[in-house]
């Protein structure tokens, strides 16, 4: 399950379609994995990453330094959801708590938690969030490891 998250977490980063203007988005996410509702491993995005440029942007907030996280100079943008002001590192903090696994066994848990990487027609952050989850099911199986009971009677 580790090996999960950690997959998780790199396919997110690895294949993210949307533009990184201050990077709270890229280092909010994270993967976490709960085993009986316990929180047991965790994976941010923002380890090895840099910090993200500033805050995020508010709602008709432009942009103020001269670039942007990716490193591409700044051509004007302007915040269009949300009321900004978030930490994108930091974000995990106020979730984890509140998005959790409640099952049995086990559970991966993976979010970003940025406000404005929700549902809409044309959010790339969300596109990118939604393909990581169609992926799981492959990642998931390369991460299993099979073996018959005769490998663990010679042990």
Request: aromatic share 16%; hydrophobic share 35%.
């Amino acid at each position: 399950m580790q090996e999960l998250a950690h997959r998780t977490v790199n396919y997110f980063k690895e294949n993210r379609t949307f533009y990184n203007i201050t990077g709270n988005a890229y280092t909010s996410f994270y993967a976490a994995v709960y085993y009986k509702g316990k929180l047991i491993y965790m994976v941010r995005a923002s380890k090895g990453e840099k910090a993200p440029t500033r805050v995020t942007l508010a709602e008709g907030e432009k942009y103020n330094l001269p670039f942007y996280y990716d490193g591409g100079e700044n051509k004007g943008y302007t915040g269009s959801v949300g009321g900004g002001h978030q930490w994108g590192p930091n974000l995990l903090y106020g979730r984890i708590g509140k998005v959790k696994s409640t099952g049995k066994d086990w559970a991966l848990v993976a979010i970003c938690p940025v406000e404005y990487a929700v549902f809409d027609k044309e959010n790339r952050i969300f596109e990118t969030v939604y393909n990581t989850y169609e992926s799981l099911p492959d990642m998931f199986d390369a991460c299993i490891v099979y073996a018959n009971s005769s490998t663990f009677n010679k042990l």
